[in-house]
């Protein structure tokens, strides 16, 4: 069973920024993917940025330009860096995982922690 560890969010201005970290229970080197999701309340929850086991990322067009995805393979973390923050980015973040076996797909999910952003 994988578990995801993340950092705590907190509370900052506009303009400012803010650096969430998840740290997985197995080997980085282990998980296909892993990214950061964002939820308000009665919305869903939607992908911010993502980044495969080969490096490469994907970025929700919301954040393209002030959110960085990246990946310390040996601290075994993996961070999103966040800039210019807005009051629309105030939401419970959630730290994503993907473990991948054959055909098998399977989702994993940190607790979530909450990011504010005031105007």
């Known amino acids: 069973q994988l578990q995801l560890v993340e950092s705590v969010g907190g509370l900052v201005q506009a303009g400012g920024s803010l650096r969430l970290s998840c740290v997985p229970s197995i080997s980085i080197f282990t998980i296909n993917s892993m990214g950061w999701y964002r939820q308000t309340p009665g919305k869903q929850r939607d992908l911010v940025a993502a980044?495969?086991?080969?490096?490469?990322?994907n970025y929700a067009d919301p954040v393209k330009g002030r959110f960085t995805i990246s990946r310390d393979n040996a601290k075994n973390t993996v961070y999103l860096e966040m800039n210019n923050l807005k009051p629309e980015d105030t939401a419970v973040y959630y730290c994503?995982?993907?473990?991948?076996?054959?055909?098998?797909?399977?989702?994993?999910w940190g607790q979530g922690t909450q990011v504010t952003v005031s105007s």
């Open positions: 980044i495969i086991s080969g490096g490469a990322t």
């Open positions: 994503h995982a993907v473990l991948v076996y054959g055909l098998e797909y399977t989702d994993y």
